[in-house]
């Protein structure tokens, strides 16, 4: 038995990885742990500032080789931009980490109630949860194929993509000075991630590319004391999560440690599912 074999499992050196909405709070804390683990990461996302600063980070921080790039998921061609600039200056993908996602920008009407929910805002956020989580799967996956060498997509979902909103723990709660609450869109985009994943898995199996859901429980981002304090108590761990807390999760999921898993849902979650 070699030593450090099973260690080398985790290694991603030299992989070229994607990760999109790399600027969000869960988004830079992925981006940076793959490139801890040895992959060449495009930092992207939607403003170019914001990814060329967190792309110099990355690449200060841990040596790694990082391109930031500015993509709008939602729309086809600069998809394809994006995988033909990655491919050009960092190599074949070989991992997505496909965690784009839009609360659009008018907050309020993002959070507005079911009853009242209007259509505009519903195809705003599915044009990036979904729409855009299936244009990068396949822009990445016909590339996957094309050099075949296979590769990891991981796909971001919710845990309210598969479980209902509990809305007992909104009551008295804010979200960036706003009353915070889980709106129908973002519960069917996730809950799509997730049917998404089992598609891709099973007709890309024969190409050696494996796809799997991350589901993050509630992760601290700007929400009030009481609702985490609320949330908390719905949780056995008795919290909300860090967003460090989702990156392991990650790594496995990309390296070879799973290279027999595939159509998978990880639930990071705390617990909370298991109630």
């Known amino acids: 038995m070699t030593t450090g074999h099973f260690r080398s499992l985790f290694d991603l050196t030299d992989r070229a990885a994607v990760v999109t909405g790399a600027c969000g709070i869960l988004g830079r804390r992925l981006s940076a742990a ?9 930092v992207v996302d939607l403003d170019s500032a914001a990814v060329e600063e967190l792309s110099g980070e990355i690449a200060e921080t841990y040596g790694a080789a990082t391109l930031g790039v500015v993509c709008d998921v939602s729309d086809p061609i600069s998809v394809e931009a994006l995988m033909e600039r990655v491919e050009r200056e960092l190599g074949p993908v070989r991992i997505v980490s496909n965690n784009a996602a839009t609360k659009t920008d008018d907050l309020a009407a993002f959070l507005t109630p079911p009853e009242d929910y209007v259509l505009e805002t519903w195809r705003k956020v599915n044009a990036v949860n979904l729409d855009g989580a299936f244009l990068v799967a396949q822009a990445a996956g016909r590339r996957m194929i094309a050099h075949g060498r296979g590769g990891s997509i991981i796909q971001t979902a919710s845990i ?4 209902g909103p509990d809305n007992r723990i909104y009551d008295d709660s804010l979200y960036m000075g706003r009353p915070i609450s889980t709106p129908p869109v973002y519960a069917a985009s996730k809950g799509g991630i997730v049917s998404l994943t089992h598609y891709f ?3 890309w199996a024969p190409h050696n590319i494996r796809v799997n859901t991350l589901t993050p429980g509630g992760i601290v981002s700007g929400q009030n004391a009481e609702f985490m304090e609320r949330y908390g108590r719905r949780v056995p761990l008795g919290r909300m999560a860090q967003s460090d807390e989702m990156t392991g999760a990650l790594i496995f999921l990309a390296s070879d440690a799973a290279s027999y898993v595939t ?3 990880m639930v990071v979650d705390g617990g909370l599912s298991a109630w």
């Open 34 to 42: 793959l490139a801890d683990f040895g992959a060449k990461v495009a």
């Open 160 to 163: 309210y993509g598969i479980l």
């Open 201 to 203: 898995a099973t007709v």
């Open 263 to 265: 159509g998978q849902n």
